[in-house]
């Protein structure tokens, strides 16, 4: 018996060879070889173990809502937090959430407790875990600053990260690189009356619906700020808004954002990259770096030249 059907008898939730792209908001990816949705702490831990045990690559993903996977799939173990794994408490003005829930559900059981804070983060197709890992935000507002605490494994145990451990930065944590899976989150939020904050929510999602393409299927802005200044201000200036390959396509709406028009593949969102990054490297002297995370083989990356050599 392989590794992988050895694994998938001690989780609850694995199936093999499942098709990535539903499970993004880019809608694009080939197979993995096991998708395991872990239901609690200890098969997270488990299942994180055994693969570093056995040499067994995986990954792990919240929403899937900043990820590209390549076209060839992911060749090894991929695990979803997601609503198998989604458990929320409200203490007084503190929400503690597993890293599976979505932003939006904490939003709305924050608002109910007359809590606000959230509203910025529920305007995301994010994961509580992802959001911290990345520290996403928008609007000048990011997840650092509302979370207290964050608990993590490597698989052997479970550690508590204060703030300050979690070194957050633009769109960058300590969980980034340390190999950590975040689990559990501590988030601290202000009282505030279900209405101002609905209010505020509508107005955040409404500013977002005029300016970035929410209707299309897409993995948010591409590319990280440079300087401060929006990676879209950058692409607008290249002349590059509508540009497409195949069904994929720099938007009109937000150039920073590359989006599916329908069945577009890793191969072609790559290329529009690689024009992007190459022509702002030409023209202004720097290259602009991936928001979004690339997950596949050395094959479907290799046509990133300046950022990328995996
Ligand atoms: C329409 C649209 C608009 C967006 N707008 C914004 C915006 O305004 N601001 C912004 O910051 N982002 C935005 N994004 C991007 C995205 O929503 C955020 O980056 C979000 O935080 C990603 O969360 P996720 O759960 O989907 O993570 P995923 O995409 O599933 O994963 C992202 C990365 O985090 C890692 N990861 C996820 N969960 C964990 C975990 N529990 N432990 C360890 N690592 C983990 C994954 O391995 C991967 O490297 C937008 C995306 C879309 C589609």
């Known amino acids: 018996m392989d590794f992988l059907n050895i694994l998938s008898r001690q989780v609850g939730f694995a199936q093999k060879e499942v098709l990535l792209s539903p499970h993004t908001t880019f809608g694009i990816g080939g197979r993995c070889r096991l998708f395991v949705q872990p239901c609690s702490c200890d098969e997270i831990c488990k299942t994180v173990d055994f693969c570093r045990d056995n040499g067994v690559l995986y990954t792990i993903m919240g929403n899937g809502s900043n990820l590209l996977f390549g076209d060839d799939g992911f060749d090894g173990v991929v ?51 992802g959001a911290t890992v990345l520290n996403a935000g928008c609007f000048g507002k990011c997840t650092a600053d509302l979370v207290e605490k964050v608990w993590a494994t490597d698989g052997k145990s479970t550690k508590v990260f204060d703030k300050s451990d979690c070194r957050f930065g633009y769109r960058d944590s300590v969980f980034k690189t340390n190999g950590f899976v975040v689990t559990m989150v501590q988030f601290c939020l202000h009282r505030a009356d279900p209405c101002v904050t609905e209010k505020i929510y509508l107005d955040t999602i409404c500013k977002k619906r005029q300016s970035q393409p929410l209707d299309k299927k897409s993995a948010g802005c591409f590319f990280k700020k440079h300087d401060g200044i929006s990676a879209g201000y950058f692409i607008d200036k290249l002349g590059l808004k509508g540009v497409c390959v195949g069904d994929a396509q ?12 329908g069945n577009a593949t890793c191969s072609q969102v790559l290329q529009l990259v690689d024009l992007i990054q190459t022509k702002c490297k030409n023209t202004f002297g720097f290259v602009l770096e991936p928001e979004v995370v690339l997950c596949g083989s050395t094959h479907d990356f290799r046509r990133l030249s300046y950022t990328y050599s995996l």
């Open 250 to 261: 720099i938007s009109q709406k937000h150039a920073g954002f590359v989006v599916n028009n």
């Open 79 to 129: 695990i979803k937090l997601g609503n198998r794994f989604a458990d929320l408490v409200v203490n007084e003005n503190k929400v503690i959430a597993q890293a599976g829930a979505t932003t939006k559900r904490l939003y709305n059981l924050a608002k109910k407790h007359g809590l606000g804070g959230m509203e910025f983060l529920a305007t995301l197709p994010a994961s509580v875990g």
